[in-house]
């Protein structure tokens, strides 16, 4: 709090530009910017007057995160297209293998949840088909 009343005392008794940015160990951001003006004017000021770049790392460093994003990507989007049953010629025996085993698994997986469902159709069936026939019963009973 003293170092941002500080800069605030700066930006106005010597008509200064003052940005201050501090992190607590903890972490927690303290920041301060002279009215006038903003973060970004600052660094781009200091960037002029240092002859420095702040920017070109942190631009060189998302373009390698997008660059391998997209590797990442196509990768994907060619294993979900040789899943699909495309461009397998450029599969190897042993990649054909474990793409068969692996849609063998996936069948087993969807003929048990399949099954599954039909049998549980089957057991709500039984339920009401034996409420109707007692519905039933009662019904005769009750007209006799």
Excluded at 11 to 27: P, R
Excluded at 66 to 90: A, P, V, Y
Excluded at 101 to 126: A, G, M, P, S, Y
Aim: glycine share 2%; aromatic share 6%.
């Amino acid at each position: 709090a003293g170092i941002t009343k500080k800069a605030r005392e700066l930006a106005v008794l010597c008509d200064a530009q003052v940005s201050l940015i501090m992190f607590s160990t903890t972490g927690k951001l303290s920041e301060y910017c002279s009215p006038s003006t903003s973060p970004k004017e600052i660094y781009d000021r200091y960037q002029r007057v240092s002859d420095t770049n702040l920017w070109d790392t942190h631009y060189e460093r998302m373009q390698s995160e997008l660059s391998s994003l997209k590797e990442e990507n196509n990768r994907l989007q060619k294993l979900i297209r040789q899943k699909m049953g495309e461009e397998l010629n450029e599969l190897r025996w042993k990649d054909l293998r474990d793409l068969e085993q692996n849609l063998e698994e996936w069948v087993k997986r969807i003929r048990d949840k399949k099954n599954q469902l039909l049998t549980n159709q089957t057991d709500t069936c039984r339920k009401r088909i034996n409420k109707l026939e007692a519905e039933n019963n009662t019904i005769r009973l009750q007209m006799e």
